[in-house]
């Protein structure tokens, strides 16, 4: 452990303490040094000692003021350690909530949301990293935020339901709302898995604007398209902006038709993020000891002024 002074420069104050002593110095012409006759003789403290006890109330009044400019510079004990950091993985999930999601051709008489909800409960049972929510519909909306309370994040999941946001697919908001629970986030690794049934179809900000705005940031998004297979132009304008949106951030596209196939995937993604292993960071701590110093000034005053009221003070 070592002593710093975080403001060195009220040092320079300790250069008065000289010029006080000088200015302050006992002259014989002033002041009446020491008692002289047979009426003080038993009490006298003749010789070295007596010379130290008439400079004492000064020299304790310089030590004093000597401790209160240290106080000014405000010394701190410094301590330097190392410690284990775990920072994880941070896990936004983006579900698509649009009334398309109510379909029941996943599993026989389960919706699609039914299944994209039970599928990410079973993933979080697997992870114990920071989870945040995003639901979309025709617009973003953030429903949690990064949290490492299991049941929070299981209790959030299992209340979402169809109806709560306006209708539509709005994909490049969905991508811009989850990597923004990424600001200032410490986390190494940070990914977004996207659920979405429809392709985008909301004006404004495109869905590979928003991409690169978050791989900016480090964030991958895992997209995910789910339902029965279909040949149509939504669904391959769907595939085409998810896999672009994966491509961009530097992770997969993903197409699942039943539980199974969706939680193979869940499967994979778990593969591919897995927690990082734990590294050491150098920590400095800052810890004040200027109370010390006030302290010790403040006794030290006390006790030129006890020494000056006894026997042995100087006057005046």
């Not at 209340?159 to 200032?184: M, S, W």
């Not at 029965?228 to 896999?243: F, G, N, R, Y």
């Not at 699942?256 to 196939?261: L, N, Q, R």
Request: aromatic fraction near 6%; hydrophobic fraction near 50%; proline fraction near 4%.
């Amino acid at each position: 452990m070592n002593v710093e002074l975080a403001r060195p420069a009220y040092l320079l104050l300790l250069g008065l303490i000289p010029l006080w002593l000088w200015w302050t110095r006992p002259r014989p012409e002033r002041s009446l040094l020491t008692a002289h006759g047979e009426a003080v003789a038993s009490v006298a403290l003749p010789g070295l000692l007596g010379t130290v006890i008439e400079a004492a109330p000064a020299l304790i009044r310089a030590a004093a003021f000597a401790c209160l400019v240290l106080a000014l510079g405000q010394p701190q004990s410094v301590r330097s350690y190392r410690e284990s950091v775990n920072d994880g993985v941070g896990i936004v999930f983006a579900l698509d909530l649009s009334t398309s999601m109510l379909a029941e051709d996943m599993a026989e008489g389960t919706s699609r949301l039914e299944v994209a909800k039970t599928t990410i409960l079973r993933f979080l049972k697997r992870r114990s990293d920071d989870v945040g929510l995003i639901t979309f519909s025709g617009e973003a909306l953030t429903r949690l935020p990064l949290t490492g309370d299991r049941s929070v994040a299981a209790a959030a999941v299992t209340a979402l339901e169809t109806g709560l946001l306006r209708d539509g697919t709005d994909i490049a908001g969905a991508t811009a709302a989850a990597g923004g629970l990424f600001r200032d986030a410490p986390h190494r690794s940070k990914v977004v898995i996207l659920v979405t049934d429809g392709a985008h179809n909301k004006p404004g900000l495109a869905p590979a604007q928003a991409a690169r705005a978050v791989a900016a940031h480090g964030v991958k998004v895992y997209a995910i398209a789910i339902g029965a297979a279909s040949d149509d132009a939504d669904t391959q304008k769907m595939e085409t902006v998810l896999a672009q949106t994966a491509r961009i951030t530097g992770a997969q596209y993903f197409r699942a038709t039943d539980v199974a196939g969706l939680d193979r995937i869940y499967a994979e993604i778990n593969r591919q993020t897995g927690p990082r292993p734990a590294r050491l960071v150098k920590r400095t701590a800052f810890t004040s000891i200027a109370f010390v110093f006030v302290i010790a000034g403040l006794l030290l005053l006390l006790a030129g002024v006890l020494l000056r009221g006894s026997r042995w003070g100087v006057l005046p």
